[in-house]
């Protein structure tokens, strides 16, 4: 199994930028296509962004396209979110997960079998 950390998140204000990392640990890092999705109170997990398990294929919601970047490091065993021109509606709990079998909806949080703890971001208008 793989272990993961999310780290980077924090408040600031609508306009502004912060850069998520995904620190994973266990089992070889490339063995697995990774996500991002996140929680605001009150609603379901959503997903935000995929990556493929080398780094060449993304997938994102519409609600971050254009404006979030999904990338990783497999040298270095991490992956990132990327975001730019935050909004207030983007304040969540963003949670980094993983998908070894790539067989379900990448977009369903269930097709993702290990995932972090999860960090908070806020942003205000």
């Known amino acids: 199994q793989v272990q993961l950390v999310e780290s980077g998140g924090g408040s600031v204000q609508a306009g502004g930028s912060l850069r998520l990392s995904c620190a994973a640990s266990?089992?070889?890092?490339?063995?697995?296509?990774m996500g991002w999705f996140r929680r605001a109170p009150g609603q379901e997990r959503e997903f935000i962004a995929r990556?493929?398990?080398?780094?060449?294929?993304?997938y994102y919601a519409e609600s971050v396209k254009g404006r979030f970047s999904i990338s990783r490091d497999n040298a270095q065993n991490t992956m990132y979110l990327q975001m730019n021109s935050l909004k207030p509606e983007d304040t969540a709990v963003y949670y980094c997960?993983?998908?070894?079998?790539?067989?379900?909806?990448?977009?369903?949080?269930?097709?993702?079998?290990?995932w972090g703890q999860g960090t908070q971001v806020t942003v205000s208008s």
């Open positions: 997960a993983a998908d070894r079998r790539s067989a379900g909806n990448i977009r369903l949080d269930r097709s993702y079998e290990y």
């Open positions: 990556v493929s398990r080398s780094g060449g294929i993304t």
């Open positions: 266990g089992r070889t890092f490339d063995d697995y296509a």
